[in-house]
């Protein structure tokens, strides 16, 4: 597994917000809309509980997906567990923001954050562009 590098990012905010698809979806529209948020990094609700609706809330919002993401997130956490496979993480793009979901618990939301950390900056400067 990677480890987790130090990236250089300002955090613009962080909030808890309910298992509720419509206000997921809004507080992302929110952050990514205003302009001032590159990168959106949600936590929990990637897996298979009913309750579990970040990755449908983040399709609602997306303009492109990014499935190389979420398929490397996915690939470096198999090689620590095999529950892994049943993340249901996304990452995709909504104007200049990237969005990344990640799993609720703290082993697991690092392991797979350090699974992309080497790649954010160029993402985000990629969206950045003109």
């Known amino acids: 597994m990677a480890e987790l590098q130090t990236i250089n990012v300002e955090m613009v905010a962080t ?4 298992d509720e698809r419509a206000q997921i979806a ?9 302009g001032s948020a590159g990168l959106i990094v949600t936590t929990g609700g990637t897996g298979l ?3 579990d609706l970040t990755p449908e809330a983040t399709r609602d919002v997306i303009e ?6 979420a398929e490397l997130m996915r690939a470096e956490s198999l090689k620590i567990t095999p529950l892994a496979a049943l993340s249901r993480a996304v990452c995709g793009t909504r104007g200049k923001c990237l969005i990344v979901n990640l799993p609720g618990s703290v082993r697991g939301a690092r392991e797979n954050l ?4 080497r790649l954010l900056p160029h993402a985000i400067s990629l969206l950045a562009e003109p």
């Open 15 to 18: 909030e808890i917000i309910a």
């Open 26 to 34: 809004e507080r992302l529209c929110f952050y990514a809309d205003r």
């Open 49 to 51: 509980s009913p309750r």
């Open 64 to 69: 492109r997906e990014a499935p190389g993401l």
């Open 114 to 117: 350090a699974a992309i950390t």
